[in-house]
């Protein structure tokens, strides 16, 4: 069972960073692909990035050159860094491991983007 704790959310002004950070248990970390994914009231979730074992990043559209997804294995966790937030970036951030064919997630985190 692998559990993932997510932090660094909050209240943040439009052009504002922050960065969230996912914790994750397992002594095989470095094997996980892990991604962030966002869900905003009444949409279904999405995906933002992803990155794997091997460090090769990926980043939907919507946040290509403002987030970035990275990881530290030695500290069993992958960050989220976000610049130049946007209102439309509101919504509960939620971290993912996928292990072979299981996806686990954490409990999410809130992102608030507003003046």
């Known amino acids: 069972q692998v559990q993932l704790v997510e932090s660094g959310g909050g209240l943040v002004q439009p052009g504002g960073s922050l960065r969230l950070s996912c914790a994750a248990s397992g002594t095989i970390f470095s094997r996980y692909v892990m991604g962030w994914y966002r869900q905003a009231p009444g949409k279904q979730r999405e995906w933002v990035a992803s990155?794997?074992?091997?460090?090769?990043?990926n980043h939907a559209n919507s946040v290509k050159g403002r987030f970035t997804i990275s990881r530290d294995n030695a500290k069993n966790t992958v960050y989220l860094q976000m610049n130049s937030l946007k209102p439309e970036d509101t919504a509960v951030y939620y971290c993912n491991a996928l292990i072979g064919i299981t996806d686990y997630w954490g409990q999410g985190t809130q992102v608030t983007v507003s003046s």
């Open positions: 990155i794997t074992s091997g460090g090769t990043t």
